[in-house]
DNA sequence: GATAGACCTTACACCTACTGGAAGGTCAAC
DNA sequence: GTTGACCTTCCAGTAGGTGTAAGGTCTATC
């Protein structure tokens, strides 16, 4: 199975598979006598974690992590449950952030007229956070 | 006023002043006799209402549109009012991402045992979504 | 006058997670 | 034998800065 045929599989496309091979995510891949790379449903298993993992918004770092104890039986799930329990974290923390910055925009939002006239509470506000 | 001044006066660092004005977010700075950058009080605002825009959530380009209605007195505020709306839009949109993320992330780390065992629904999870 | 330390300048590299494009090799079909 | 769709590598660019180096300048102290 060559890489486009890979990437269909997975959910990838075949650049973001050779960054991950470059980038040493995953394993070089092996080769057929042509040069192309060759993949096997092995390779497709985890190719697919990877996909799965980026979607539910690990990033590649933490994706490394995850393929280390994916590939290791001798893992203990607490480390796994740790890693994630810290993911859920940072996820929240950026939502109360996003959150806030809504809050902010639908206040501008509200209290700005929306015609022809200059004057403008957003505009004012970010001019001089004093007039809010 | 140096960069210095000018950064601790703004928020934002002299890194981020320069790298502004390189990129011509910002005009010029107008230089001392020594080549330093010299800032009035009228650049200070320019520097705050970025700094402000910045952090209520616009990207840079988006601080480049409303630094030059801030700047246009000709402006009609409902250019403004569209464009914070488009940005409110994007902003919701994300949420709803990072609250599907969150979800996932919790049902995960509830469905992991988090002891000393290798299974885990977690890694069972990301490895095959069908076990899900 | 010398020197130390804190500032200033520019320029280049690095970060994340890819994506686009160029230049060239290969394969399958007609 | 040629076309078009693959494949390969490598380099550059994206956003929004930050880190570091090499060098100039200012101020204070000895």
Chains 1, 2 share one sequence.
Do not use: W
Request: hydrophobic share 35%; glycine share 6%; net charge neutral.
């Amino acid at each position: 199975m060559n890489i486009s045929q890979a990437a269909k599989a997975s959910g990838l496309s075949p650049k973001t598979i050779r960054y991950y091979e470059r980038i040493e995510l995953i394993g070089p891949a092996s080769r057929g006598e042509n040069g192309y790379r060759d993949y096997n449903t092995k390779d497709l298993d985890v190719l697919r974690f990877v996909q799965r993992a980026r979607a539910t918004g690990f990033s590649v770092e933490e994706c490394r992590q995850l393929l280390s104890l994916y590939q290791n039986p001798e893992r203990h799930s607490s480390e796994v449950k740790s890693l994630v329990q810290g993911k859920l974290k940072r996820v929240e923390a950026q939502i109360v952030e996003l959150n806030h910055m809504r809050d902010t925009l639908q206040d501008l939002v509200q209290r700005c007229p929306g015609n022809e006239v200059a004057q403008c509470a957003i505009i004012d506000n970010l001019a001089d956070q004093e007039t809010c």
